[in-house]
Nanobody, 119 residues
Framework: QVQLVESGGGLAQAGDSKRLSCAASGRTFNIAAIAWFRQAPGKDREFVATINWRTSKPDYADSVKGRFTVSRDNAKNTVLLQMTSLKPEDTAVYYC????????????WGQGTQVTVSS
């Protein structure tokens, strides 16, 4: 089992920066990747960014490329999502999720953290 806890959400204004954290615990040695997803009211959940747990290689959705940076703090088993140039359309609940090496899907999810960006 892997437990994930997000933090860092809150209110921001357009153009601001905000950093989200995803702390992983439990069987972290079995993690292949951690990803960030978000879900805005009335919309489907969408992929934001992912990072390979071993190589720290990142990948991003086109909508956030150049504005968001995903990184890993190895010592703390924490994945960070640095968000810059925030837009009102970035308003959503942000979730981190872990994909085990034995699976092709993200089977472990955090509880989510709300990010609200005002214009």
């Amino acid at each position: 089992q892997v437990q994930l806890v997000e933090s860092g959400g809150g209110l921001a204004q357009a153009g601001d920066s905000k950093r989200l954290s995803c702390a992983a615990s439990g069987r972290t040695f079995n993690i292949a990747a951690i990803a960030w997803f978000r879900q805005a009211p009335g919309k489907d959940r969408e992929f934001v960014a992912t990072i390979n747990w071993r190589t720290s290689k990142p990948d991003y959705a086109d909508s956030v490329k150049g504005r968001f940076t995903v990184s890993r703090d190895n010592a703390k088993n924490t994945v960070l999502l640095q968000m810059t140039s925030l837009k009102p359309e970035d308003t959503a609940v942000y979730y981190c999720a872990a994909r085990p090496e034995t699976s092709s899907s993200f089977g472990y999810w955090g509880q989510g953290t709300q990010v609200t960006v005002s214009s």
